[in-house]
């Protein structure tokens, strides 16, 4: 391409989308050294850095003086009866992990079994919810084999051995296609095995196939269509985890591996009804997974239980020297701890006048279990300008899509789609990049003193800045499921809405979120797991997958 003329008419042209204002003299000026700047731009591209290549900056959620918790690494669940093994294939399905790990154990169930059951329900209502990428049963059958044939010769690594599972297909499995939701990656086949793969083979689960995502990590809609929420198939199940969410709220899997970089595992959880666990950043390691922002990505469980998420989170937690912003910490959880005398913090205006009766009975169910509850505030901050750096992250790591012009190949093409949204990035400003980077430490000040005060945050999944502002400091959150209620369905992004008149209405589940310090995940399980034992509402499936 021929080297554009830079005159002081272009930059003055340009000065809006930058937000100032030069004289004619500094304009003169700017116009006689942009073009060696931009041969230099030029260079850089014509590198054509990958998606995989690391950034040599790294994120850590660290402030100086921080002191890693002492916790023991260690993992005590509970030790109540499963009970018998139901006779109805669906009851063993929609069981959690829990007791599907205590059947194995016992020998109630093997993992053949199990495996047949899971793939029988994805054979027949994955279709129509849309939320499996690929199906690997030939896999599948022969880890069940290896699985029970490990149990037999009494090698157990945990509770995990010869539970099924899904995950996200944009972590990589060998020789099977990981298309990460997106038309120009779906006959992408890589050819080793994410670390979470990985850590989930290890641990012995039975890998059933890979899940549905938005195309490349947003919302609902992939190259296979829409991902429907089992609760209501005439509205998406939300993202970018939607099939993981999906597959686990209709009983598909014993439970999903999800990732979020700004929502993804809480947002379809919330949607869908099942429990999403969101480590703090750095603790799971993301090696072998797509790069969407280095700086936020994170990996952790989708389950229908809190309990699960802490088994999960168990056998995937570990430093992992490939991954350049891992963290070594101990993983600590004991189903028996309580909750009484904890200090749980709220934000007044996110049980105001938008909060549901769900909210505001969750806050209530969490007084009356013991906790000393607190009113909290956070700084006012312009917290959502942090998008911006996600939006710099996310168009660098796919500038080959906007270069040669394949980003017109994804099926979602309005202006918040990825499409738009790597274009208009080319306009953000360096400066002001930078400045964006302050304001983040400025948040991972403010977030690290609301836990100083108090020791969890609980509200709605849009309270005050949380969602936003916990992604970008790496604290971890919990969303678990806290009631229910009739709703239309709701558009994909923003406020649900009211129904219009005739409109048909769906009970659809309503959760509640819980946030805590960095690597203070044990906290948030553990009153995580007396809010699901207080609400009762966690074994309610959804009729579209109930048989």
């Not at 993983?331 to 909750?339: I, K, L, Q, S, Y």
């Not at 969750?362 to 505030?377: I, K, Q």
Request: hydrophobic share 40%.
């Amino acid at each position: 391409m021929d080297r554009p003329e830079i005159t002081p008419e272009t930059i003055a042209g340009a000065e809006p989308l930058a937000g100032v204002s030069y004289t004619e003299a500094q304009r003169a000026q700017i116009a006689a050294l942009l073009p060696e700047q931009m041969d230099a731009t030029r260079r850089l591209r014509a590198m054509g850095i990958g998606n995989g290549v690391p950034m040599a900056c790294r994120f850590d959620p660290r402030l100086p003086g921080f002191r890693m918790p002492d916790l023991s690494d260690t993992q005590v669940y509970s030790a109540t009866d499963p009970g018998p093994l139901p006779d109805d294939p669906a009851n063993i399905a929609f069981a959690p992990v829990t007791r599907l790990s205590a059947w194995l154990a016992s020998g109630a169930i093997d993992s053949v079994r199990l495996t047949e059951i899971y793939l029988d329900r994805i054979d027949r209502i994955a279709p129509a919810l849309r939320c499996m990428a690929t199906v690997t049963p030939d896999l599948a059958r022969a880890e069940a084999e290896e699985a029970d044939a490990r149990r037999a010769r009494g090698d157990i690594p945990g509770p995990l051995l010869g539970v099924p599972y899904v995950v996200k297909d944009l972590f990589d499995t060998a020789g099977i296609a990981t298309g990460w939701g997106a038309e120009p990656y779906r006959d992408r086949v890589p050819d080793e095995d994410a670390e979470v793969v990985c850590r989930m083979r290890a641990a012995g689960a039975v890998l059933l196939g890979k899940s549905s995502l938005g195309a490349l990590a947003r919302n609902d809609v992939w190259y296979g269509g829409r991902t429907s929420n089992p609760w209501n198939p005439d509205e998406g199940s939300s993202g970018s985890s939607a099939g993981s969410a999906a597959a686990t709220a209709a009983g598909l899997c014993g439970f999903a591996i999800g990732t979020e970089t700004l929502g993804s595992i809480v947002t379809p959880s919330q949607r869908c009804g099942t429990t999403g666990l969101r480590p703090t950043f750095g603790r799971v390691s993301r090696r072998g997974a797509m790069v969407l922002a280095a700086t936020l990505d994170k990996a952790g469980p989708i389950c229908r239980a809190v309990e699960d998420t802490a088994m999960v989170l168990a056998a995937l937690n570990g430093a992992d020297s490939d991954d350049r912003g891992s963290i070594a910490a101990p993983f600590h959880f004991n189903a028996n701890d309580g909750v009484e005398g904890l200090r749980l913090g709220y934000l007044p205006e996110a049980f105001g006048e938008g909060a549901t009766a769900t909210d505001r009975h969750a806050l209530e169910t969490a007084r009356g279990l013991g906790c000393t509850v607190v009113e909290a505030a956070l700084p006012d901050l312009p917290y959502d300008a942090l998008r911006n750096i996600l939006m710099a992250e996310a168009a660098a790591n796919f500038e080959e899509l906007t270069f040669s012009g394949r980003d017109e190949l994804l099926t979602v093409q309005t202006d918040e789609a990825w499409p738009n949204t790597f274009r208009r990035a080319r306009f953000l400003s360096a400066p002001d990049h930078v400045q964006l980077d302050k304001l983040r430490y400025l948040t991972m000040q403010a977030l690290d003193g609301l836990f100083r005060e108090v020791d969890v945050l609980i509200g709605p999944l849009s309270t005050g800045p949380m969602l936003v502002a916990s992604n970008f400091t790496g604290h971890p959150c919990l969303h678990l499921r806290a009631g229910f209620a009739d709703r239309p369905s709701r558009p994909p992004f923003g406020p649900d809405r009211p129904a219009e008149p005739g409109e048909p209405l769906y009970t659809v589940p309503m959760g509640i979120s819980l946030w805590s310090g960095l690597f203070r995940e044990d906290r948030i399980l553990s009153l995580g797991l007396a809010l699901e034992r207080a609400l009762g509402v966690a074994d309610r499936r959804p009729p579209t997958a109930a048989v």
